[in-house]
């Protein structure tokens, strides 16, 4: 089999696309999915981006491969630590490994997904600012092969980092159109094609998840996204049907409209069991001296409690707040394959219309320097209220200018523009959604996946790239 003759795939993460969005215009892939297949998929849960990419690839539930959220606790260090990027945080074989030796000189490439650095894929690309020892965040990417970093930005421009996440994503601003980032990726995709031609290619495009946070999916506004995601993504599929990769298209969550922010930390330091320590005026929580604490990560929080005396008391508390859910202990995590070391005692989920902060300060001249900042590293906890600038600045774009130009003369700097206020969030995932017209979908036009079930489990996605490759 030649190198254009074998089979090759490309698997496009369209962040929150649903049946419900389909509905709505998207007809490029409309059209794709009436010549094909259009499948629901039961969401991973915690459903979210960590979580369900690690369901896709290994095939398996978080009690294996071992990534409970985007985040959590890591029990040793007494920190919490979010967004890592290394490959073996994931701690199972992924898709392309297991294909590997049934097809002589298969070739992976993963642009963009998370958990890319030190991946085993033939080619990378994943955002990775360099951090200097003066305090500086130096927008970058990281790719393996290296010398791919600098041939693609001299090619297509620089990466539009600060578009990629922050309160410049999805939106018109200095740094790019709305759909800078994608449109960046999408180019990204067609470069890797034209010189490496993998087999499978892994493409990521996260257009859709900024505005529908930020506005949620009822805003007039996200139509504007929808179109430009779809001639995005039709485009892409286009150009590599005309190289001979079929594509498989799907998402990793629905997002669901919000309105209400459950502050799980805060309820628990006002019954005594989170701790606090002050370092310069400011609060910082404790972990390890704490008896209870949440690591929150949009609709699900893992509760650790460092008390055992304290459980039954901690699960009546999280019960009694109005938007949660349902609350999973050692039975339900086993029966739902939560349960694992880096998860909480408790892992809590909301309502689809709520979501949980990692706030835990109670009064907000006492927040963290980091709270006001794009910090995702830093934060104990998912922060979408990073998609926003501060409405309270009188002069936002001067401010950003000054700390702009504060960074470029040497000066350490803040760039504190980010309000504290969790009511401007609008969208939201990670729990079980009330309606399947929010759950993630996958669609193609190869029958291969034609004969998958109406709707299949997050877990299903591997051994559907595999049978692709090997039917």
């Known amino acids: 089999m030649t190198q254009h003759s074998r089979k090759r795939l490309a698997v496009i993460n369209v962040v929150g696309l649903t049946a419900d969005l389909l509905g709505r215009g998207l007809p490029r892939l409309n059209a794709l999915s009436q010549r094909g297949c259009l499948r629901t998929i039961q969401p991973a849960l915690p459903a979210v981006t960590c979580t369900a990419q690690s369901d896709y690839l290994t095939g398996l539930r978080p009690s294996q491969h071992g990534i409970v959220a985007n985040g959590w606790y890591h029990r040793e260090l007494a920190e919490s630590h979010f967004w890592k990027q290394p490959n073996q945080t994931v701690r199972a074989p992924k898709v392309w490994e297991r294909l590997r030796p049934a097809i002589k000189g298969f070739t992976c490439a993963k642009l963009f997904w998370w958990y890319n650095m030190y991946a085993s894929v033939d080619y990378s690309i994943t955002p990775r600012p360099m951090y200097p020892a003066d305090g500086r965040k130096v927008f970058d990417i990281y790719t393996a092969?290296?010398?791919?970093?600098?041939?693609?930005?001299?090619?297509?421009?620089?990466?539009?980092?600060?578009?990629f996440w922050g309160p410049a994503a999805g939106v018109a601003s200095p740094q790019g159109p709305p759909e800078?980032?994608?449109?960046?990726?999408?180019?990204?995709?067609?470069?890797?094609?034209?010189?490496?031609?993998?087999?499978?290619?892994?493409?990521?495009?996260?257009?859709?998840?900024?505005?529908?946070?930020?506005?949620?999916?009822?805003?007039?506004?996200?139509?504007?996204?929808?179109?430009?995601?779809?001639?995005?993504?039709?485009?892409?599929?286009?150009d590599l049907s005309h190289s001979g990769v079929e594509s498989l298209i799907l998402s990793e969550y629905g997002i669901t409209e919000v309105s209400k922010a459950l502050h799980l930390n805060r309820a628990l330091r006002e019954k005594g069991w989170l701790s606090i320590k002050e370092e310069l005026g400011k609060e910082l929580i404790d972990f390890g001296a704490s008896r209870a604490f949440a690591i929150c990560d949009h609709q699900v929080a893992h509760v650790y409690v460092n008390d055992p005396t304290i459980l039954n008391q901690v699960r009546a508390l999280i019960e009694s707040i109005d938007g949660v859910r349902m609350i999973w202990g050692d039975e339900e995590k086993r029966q739902h394959g939560l349960d694992h070391e880096r998860s909480g005692e408790l892992v809590v989920f909301s309502h689809d219309w709520a979501w949980f902060t990692y706030y835990y300060w109670l009064e907000d001249a006492r927040a963290p320097d980091f709270a006001r900042c794009v910090d995702i590293h830093r934060k104990p906890g998912y922060d979408p209220v990073e998609l926003f600038m501060d409405p309270q600045l009188r002069f936002p774009r001067l401010k950003v200018a000054w700390r702009l130009l504060q960074k470029k003369i040497g000066l350490r700097m803040l760039m504190d523009v980010i309000p504290l206020d969790a009511s401007l969030v609008r969208g939201s995932h990670g729990t079980l959604p009330d309606d399947p017209a929010h759950y993630p979908i996958l669609l193609s036009s190869d029958p291969v996946f034609d004969g998958a079930q109406d709707q299949i489990a997050s877990?299903?996605?591997?051994?559907?790239i595999e049978g692709f490759f090997l039917s």
């Open 459 to 464: 877990t299903d996605i591997a051994s559907l």
């Open 180 to 238: 800078a980032v994608s449109d960046w990726i999408a180019r990204a995709a067609r470069w890797v094609e034209a010189r490496h031609h993998p087999d499978l290619h892994l493409i990521y495009l996260p257009h859709l998840d900024y505005n529908l946070q930020r506005l949620g999916p009822r805003a007039p506004a996200i139509d504007q996204d929808l179109a430009r995601v779809d001639q995005i993504v039709g485009d892409l599929v286009a």
């Open 145 to 163: 092969p290296r010398d791919i970093g600098p041939a693609i930005q001299a090619d297509l421009g620089v990466f539009p980092f600060p578009t």
